[in-house]
């Protein structure tokens, strides 16, 4: 009866462990659950490669066009400069201030119970939904010259940075309170328990366990906040040397023919982001493997 139904099961069913150093078949239905992943890989490289390789690699070919002079020549002219250093100081700004007050509101929302709390949770994702030029306009009805509220922030520095919080206010909200919502609280009842102070489990405690989420959404912001173009376009009054960013800039050289100028800007505004990016992602990996 066994040689019978050894010899139903075929070669292709084992009917004990392979000897060691023997090859090990793979059946058909594992090479059939290959390939949707195959497929799928090419298929999100490709699209990859059409919407966002692709294009960066000619804007990067374009800015170089004129050679390493001209492209240093392009981003040093006294208007392409200023608005860099605007854009990049403004950007720092409000990624350092959404680090702290975008934790603040995260913990809020998740800690603590008040009226109306579902409809504060609602609005942070109002910049999301909400176009960057609209924002610009309310900015500047609340903002403006004949601000109801007696501000008047149009046309200077301190406008675009008000503008470049609003449109970048979910990303570290939105980072941290899904970690702090999944947070274990015995620890914390723990170290209560053991004699620590409020400070000491915060810093011991939630603090290491909020960092990744805090540095990936402070990185974000400041990536999304040196290519604002909409909401700044309008409270900012786009003064060259004065409260011209560096998006604005662009699309005046574009309007002038300048492409290539245009294209070396938005070089070093993509280069920028990109070591960003890089060096959230070796802080992300540091902290796993000391985690």
């Known amino acids: 009866m066994n040689q019978t139904t050894a010899a139903a099961a075929g070669p292709d069913t084992p009917s004990g462990p392979a000897a060691p150093g023997s090859p090990v078949r ?11 992943t195959v497929l799928g890989v090419g298929t999100a490289m490709i ?10 690699a000619a804007v990067v070919w374009r800015s170089a066009e004129e050679g390493p002079q001209g492209f240093i020549d392009a981003i040093t002219t006294p208007d392409a400069w200023a608005a860099l250093k605007l854009t990049i100081g403004a950007s720092v700004i409000v ?9 603040l509101i995260a913990w809020v929302l998740v800690r603590d119970q008040f009226p109306g709390k579902s409809v504060v949770d609602m609005l942070i994702d109002l910049p999301f939904a909400l176009p960057t030029i609209v924002a610009g306009l309310v900015l500047l009805a609340l903002y403006g010259p004949d601000s109801p509220l007696g501000v008047d922030l149009a046309y200077k520095q301190v406008g675009v940075v008000v503008a470049l919080l609003f449109v970048t206010l979910p990303f570290v909200v939105r980072t941290v309170q899904p970690v702090l919502l999944e947070l274990d609280r015995d620890m914390e009842q723990a170290a209560a328990s053991l004699g620590a102070g409020p400070f000491v489990i915060f810093r011991r405690i939630i603090l290491p366990n909020l960092i990744p989420a805090m540095v990936s959404g402070t990185a974000l912001a400041f990536t999304r906040s040196i290519a604002e173009f909409g909401s700044t376009v309008l409270i900012s009054g786009n003064l060259p ?6 998006a604005v800039h662009i699309f005046g050289q574009i309007e002038s ?6 294209a070396a800007v938005a070089t070093v505004l ?22």
């Open 270 to 291: 993509l280069t920028v982001a990109l070591v960003v990016l890089v060096v959230l992602d070796l802080l992300q990996r540091w902290g796993a493997r000391r985690a």
């Open 95 to 103: 990624a350092l201030i959404n680090l702290v007050l975008g934790t």
């Open 241 to 246: 040397f004065q409260t011209q960013v560096a």
């Open 47 to 56: 699209y990859l490669s059409l919407i966002v390789l692709i294009p960066l």
């Open 257 to 262: 023919d300048n492409t290539t100028g245009a």
């Open 26 to 36: 793979l059946g058909g239905g594992a090479r059939k659950r290959r390939a949707p």
